[in-house]
Antibody, heavy 118, light 112 residues
Framework: EVQLVESGGGLVQPGGSLRLSCAASKFTFSSYWMGWVRQAPGKGLEWVAIINQDGSDRYYVDSLKGRFTISRDNAENSLYLQVNSLRAGDTAVYYC???????????WGQGTLVTVSS | DVVMTQSPLSLPVTLGQPASISCRSSQSLVNSDGNTYLNWFQQRPGQSPRRLIYKVSNRDSGVPDRFSGSGSGTDFTLKISRVEAEDVGVYHCMQGTHWPWTFGQGTKVEIK
């Protein structure tokens, strides 16, 4: 069974930075597009970014471009999200996800909570 | 961005009765490859989302056959033929045809 385990969340002050990580296992990580989806408390789901198999293509939600950077290390079976200049509105659970087929997510991690507050 | 509009946002249902959730997109979800990338996810309380349906009507492995998806173009529906207690949660539609992929607001299904 596919495993995606996020880490790196926590409490950070406005303007701060975090690096979220996702450790993938039990599938061939380098064969899949991977992405990050977030969910603010009590709210719906929002795509953040997606990256192709070798990291050469990356797409971001326009509103987050410039502050968030998605990357991957296929040798380490890991996905990352660098989040900078954090604002209160970035408070959310961040889910690592696998795009198993075009236009879809077939696996989700358990999520890591990022709280932006002074 | 493509706006996904779900209705209703809250759906109280009697056990054993059917339930239906609508999802409408602000533009056609038919991709240039001919596929329609419309997905449905279930999120039980305190859990991560889980995919139920992909490409409008394809049920994932292990998903009970009481769940079905239908629709085309801009208008889609998730149906539960007979609601069970384990179906309580929030249901999200998501389009994967146009980047950024976008979700509906979510529909909360609860037992009356």
């Amino acid at each position: 069974e596919v495993q995606l385990v996020e880490s790196g969340g926590g409490l950070v002050q406005p303007g701060g930075s975090l690096r979220l990580s996702c450790a993938a296992s039990k599938f061939t990580f380098s064969s899949y597009w991977m992405g990050w989806v977030r969910q603010a408390p009590g709210k719906g789901l929002e795509w953040v970014a997606i990256i192709n198999q070798d990291g050469s293509d990356r797409y971001y939600v326009d509103s987050l471009k410039g502050r968030f950077t998605i990357s991957r290390d296929n040798a380490e079976n890991s996905l990352y999200l660098q989040v900078n200049s954090l604002r209160a509105g970035d408070t959310a659970v961040y889910y690592c996800s696998r795009a198993g087929i075009p236009g879809s997510i077939d696996s989700w991690g358990q999520g890591t909570l990022v709280t932006v507050s002074s | 961005d493509v706006v996904m509009t779900q209705s209703p946002l809250s759906l109280p249902v009697t056990l054993g009765q059917p339930a239906s959730i609508s999802c409408r997109s602000s533009q056609s979800l038919v991709n240039s490859d001919g596929n329609t990338y419309l997905n449905w996810f279930q999120q039980r309380p305190g859990q991560s989302p889980r995919r139920l349906i992909y490409k409008v009507s394809n049920r994932d492995s292990g998903v009970p056959d009481r769940f079905s998806g239908s629709g085309s173009g801009t208008d889609f529906t998730l149906k539960i033929s007979r609601v069970e207690a384990e179906d309580v949660g929030v249901y999200h539609c998501m389009q994967g045809t146009h980047w950024p992929w976008t979700f509906g607001q979510g529909t909360k299904v609860e037992i009356k």
